[in-house]
Structures are given as structure tokens and as C-alpha cells.
């Protein structure tokens, strides 16, 4: 091999070839799930402090569309680039100024949906159902066992 066809190959000074992949004449669509759009939406709920998923009630039920699950109900619409819009239900904590809490609901579902499926969210609804009191309640791993011992059988 003489020094012009070395130029001309696709390996790069180091003999390690381009990472790059052409993608010219691909066609097809890209759609993702209401379920994994729903769980980046709960995701992002989780990380805002003082927010707990709320059930969102009967009437929320009754509404055309899907059940909210976790908190969570997403609309997509049909179209070239979808749009999304999210209804979160929650419980704020006791303590915290609830609409900056849903402004930081409404940012941080939002962004997170963006970056990661690249489609519009037209509307993050923040419906607040409750206020809680403590943080999540304490959930011990053992079952509750009394220390009593039961009577024996055997007379002494």
C-alpha cells in the first residue's frame, strides 16, 4: 500500500475507523409508549421534594382516555411530531407553598419528557388531591411479632 491509498482509506490517522454511521435513505416512524412516557413522568414527580403521587378519584376515572396510574395520566396526540399532555395527581407536604411546589412539578415533568423522547409537551395539569403530614410512612421489612411466648403444653 503507497502513501496516497493510505490517505484515502476510511481509517483515520490512529488506524481506528470513523464512528460515524450514514443514514441516508432510512424512512419509518418512531413511536413510544403511553407506559414508558408515564414512567418518565413519574420519575420526574418522584425527584420534585414534598411531592407524593396522589390517586386521582373517581371522576378523573370517568374522563375519556387512560386510568392514571401512580399519579400519572398521558394524552398523545396523533400528528407529524406528537404532543403530550400529562395530568399528575399529588399530595404536597404540609409546610410547603403549593404553587411554587406544582411550578417545580410542571418543569420537572416537562424537561424530563422532552429530553428524553424529543416530542412536545403541550400541558403538564397539576391536580393537588391532598396535603400529607409526615413523609412517606416508616415500612418495616419483618412482620410485627410479639415478644409473648405462648403457654407450654407441659405440666412441671
Known sequence: MDNEQIENSSFDQEGIEPSTVDQTGLEGKIRISEDVISQLAIKALLSVEGIQPANPGLMANLRMGRKAANGVRISISDGDVPEIQVDT???????????DVCWDVQEAVKEQIERYTGYLVKSVNVYVQGITFTD????????????????????L
Do not use: M, W
Open 136 to 155: 412517606k410512612p416508616a415500612e418495616s421489612s419483618e412482620p410485627y411479632t410479639p415478644d409473648v411466648t405462648p403457654p407450654s403444653s407441659e405440666i
Open 89 to 99: 395527581y399529588v399530595s404536597v407536604k404540609y409546610s410547603l407553598r403549593i404553587p
